[in-house]
């Protein structure tokens, strides 16, 4: 009989930096957002100290000081690395696997003839804390919505120690009780607050609801969801990803911008960055869209966005680098402070089945010769994990960077960043 499991990284963030540098262990760890702006992570020593998601940094510098919490900004690539690791060891141990986000997976197991899925649980915890010190916790169940609520189980519950199987006990309906329909996969904040006015506060209340009336309000994924309660299997784990309807990369300024130059490079930054992700993901675009705005809390509001349609969608950095800086003229305003700007590759189409047109429907060997080179570079750049090659408009000194000053300084994708041992 098959199991779904769902596996989830404890803290990652923060975690993934206790991992790499043992004298972070044991102590209160927040993760900041870009700029270091909010505080966004936070290890378990943290949170008992009561240390709330979201807080701009700036408020909470002075307190986080006095009570002995290290502050880190985001270290992106560590997270990314440590994720594919995570997925990797993973396979090992599963039949199948989903990837649901940097630290979540869904996964598919055959249950022993005892159905006790605990042995193998317990395995497979203490062979991802030996490989990368990391703590993973595991719900298991015969469905993904109640995967999810074992998964929650495991966290709460301090007899669980970071595994419960909801399938696997006799009084389920007592361990639904405990679970909010906030907590519910797929109950979003309007919804919840619907189902609380109706008098629904948890799980079990929610799978015993009239289907009808959750059908009329909430339509095929509430009936889904209440079906998946009740035990059915909706939704199985799906192994091939669904292609990205589209990619976006967008920063914000470590220092507002006013030149048309510095808009042009950061654009070019973002821009080599999506293509790459396309590339990655075997797609192309035939629609791209760049924007730019003030901040939020600016005296003089300004934002604006261009528009290109191709003709045939492509993956070429340097065909959509110069469409990119045509249009950057287009969103560009002397007059005002900017302090935001992204790219969008939208209508993504998988590379196997490109529809050429009939405008460009010839054989071009400066294509050939621009796919080479652009497979050349994306084979360094994965290699060395430093941007070894990029494009010149990269390289002048960039004084719009985003903040960073509290970035760790070890990291498993930079060669200059390995930890040294002294003997």
């Given at each position: 009989m098959?199991?779904?499991?769902?596996i989830?990284?404890?803290?990652?963030?923060a975690s993934?930096?206790?991992?790499?540098?043992?004298?972070?262990?044991?102590?209160?760890?927040?993760?900041?957002?870009?700029?270091?702006?909010?505080?966004?992570?936070?290890?378990?020593?943290?949170?008992?100290?009561?240390i709330?998601m979201g807080?701009?940094?700036?408020?909470?510098k002075?307190?986080l000081?006095?009570?002995?919490?290290?502050?880190?900004?985001?270290?992106?690539?560590?997270?990314g690395?440590?994720?594919?690791?995570?997925?990797s060891?993973l396979?090992?141990?599963c039949?199948?696997?989903e990837?649901?986000?940097?630290?979540?997976?869904?996964?598919s197991?055959?249950?022993p003839h005892?159905?006790?899925?605990?042995?193998?649980?317990?395995?497979?915890?203490?062979?991802?804390?030996q490989?990368?010190?990391?703590?993973?916790?595991?719900?298991i169940?015969?469905?993904?919505?109640?995967?999810?609520?074992?998964n929650k189980?495991a966290?709460?519950?301090?007899?669980?120690?970071?595994?419960?199987?909801?399938?696997?006990?006799?009084n389920?309906?007592?361990?639904?009780?405990?679970?909010s329909?906030?907590s519910?996969w797929?109950?979003?904040?309007?919804?919840?607050?619907?189902?609380?006015?109706?008098?629904?506060?948890?799980a079990?209340e929610?799978?015993?609801?009239?289907e009808?009336?959750i059908?009329k309000?909430?339509g095929?994924?509430?009936?889904?969801?209440?079906?998946?309660?009740?035990?059915?299997?909706?939704l199985?784990?799906?192994?091939?990803?669904?292609?990205?309807?589209?990619?976006?990369?967008?920063?914000?300024?470590?220092?507002?911008?006013t030149?048309?130059?510095d808009l042009?490079?950061?654009?070019?930054?973002y821009?080599?960055?999506?293509?790459?992700?396309?590339?990655?993901?075997?797609?192309?675009?035939s629609s791209i869209t760049i924007?730019t705005?003030?901040?939020?809390?600016?005296n003089?509001?300004y934002q604006?966005?261009?528009?290109?349609?191709l003709?045939e969608?492509?993956?070429?950095t340097?065909?959509?680098?110069?469409?990119?800086?045509?249009?950057?003229?287009?969103?560009?305003?002397?007059?005002?402070?900017?302090?935001?700007?992204?790219?969008?590759?939208q209508?993504?189409?998988l590379?196997?089945?490109?529809?050429?047109?009939?405008?460009?429907?010839?054989?071009?060997?400066?294509s050939?010769?621009?796919?080479?080179?652009?497979?050349?570079?994306?084979?360094?750049?994965?290699?060395?994990?430093?941007?070894?090659?990029?494009?010149?408009?990269?390289?002048?000194?960039?004084?719009w960077?985003?903040?960073?000053?509290l970035?760790?300084?070890?990291?498993?994708?930079?060669?200059?960043?390995i930890?040294?041992?002294?003997?």
């Amino acid at each position: 009989m098959e199991a779904i499991v769902l596996i989830d990284g404890n803290n990652f963030y923060a975690s993934c930096e206790q991992s790499i540098n043992p004298n972070l262990r044991g102590k209160p760890i927040v993760i900041l957002s870009n700029n270091d702006g909010c505080i966004i992570a936070r290890s378990p020593e943290a949170r008992a100290l009561k240390i709330e998601m979201g807080i701009p940094y700036f408020k909470e510098k002075e307190r986080l000081n006095q009570l002995g919490v290290v502050a880190l900004s985001s270290n992106y690539s560590l997270y990314g690395d440590m994720s594919r690791r995570l997925m990797s060891l993973l396979k090992s141990y599963c039949e199948k696997l989903e990837i649901y986000s940097i630290d979540e997976v869904f996964a598919s197991v055959s249950r022993p003839h005892d159905s006790n899925l605990y042995p193998w649980a317990r395995e497979l915890r203490s062979f991802i804390y030996q490989s990368l010190g990391i703590t993973i916790t595991i719900g298991i169940a015969e469905n993904k919505v109640k995967a999810k609520l074992a998964n929650k189980l495991a966290k709460t519950l301090n007899s669980s120690a970071g595994i419960f199987d909801l399938a696997n006990v006799n009084n389920e309906n007592d361990y639904l009780k405990k679970i909010s329909v906030k907590s519910i996969w797929g109950v979003g904040n309007k919804t919840s607050k619907w189902l609380i006015d109706k008098g629904i506060k948890n799980a079990k209340e929610l799978k015993d609801m009239n289907e009808y009336e959750i059908k009329k309000k909430l339509g095929v994924i509430g009936q889904r969801i209440q079906l998946e309660l009740k035990g059915h299997k909706c939704l199985t784990v799906e192994e091939i990803r669904k292609s990205k309807k589209e990619i976006q990369v967008s920063r914000s300024f470590g220092s507002p911008i006013t030149r048309l130059e510095d808009l042009k490079q950061a654009l070019a930054i973002y821009t080599i960055k999506a293509a790459a992700k396309m590339r990655y993901e075997n797609l192309k675009t035939s629609s791209i869209t760049i924007f730019t705005r003030t901040s939020l809390y600016s005296n003089e509001i300004y934002q604006k966005s261009a528009h290109k349609k191709l003709l045939e969608a492509t993956d070429s950095t340097s065909t959509i680098l110069k469409i990119i800086l045509d249009l950057a003229i287009e969103i560009y305003n002397p007059n005002y402070k900017l302090a935001k700007a992204g790219v969008l590759m939208q209508d993504l189409s998988l590379s196997d089945y490109l529809q050429k047109t009939i405008q460009l429907y010839y054989y071009d060997t400066n294509s050939m010769k621009s796919r080479n080179l652009t497979n050349t570079i994306d084979s360094l750049n994965k290699r060395f994990k430093t941007e070894a090659l990029s494009w010149g408009i990269t390289l002048n000194k960039k004084k719009w960077e985003m903040n960073r000053r509290l970035l760790s300084d070890t990291s498993t994708t930079d060669i200059r960043n390995i930890p040294t041992i002294i003997i």
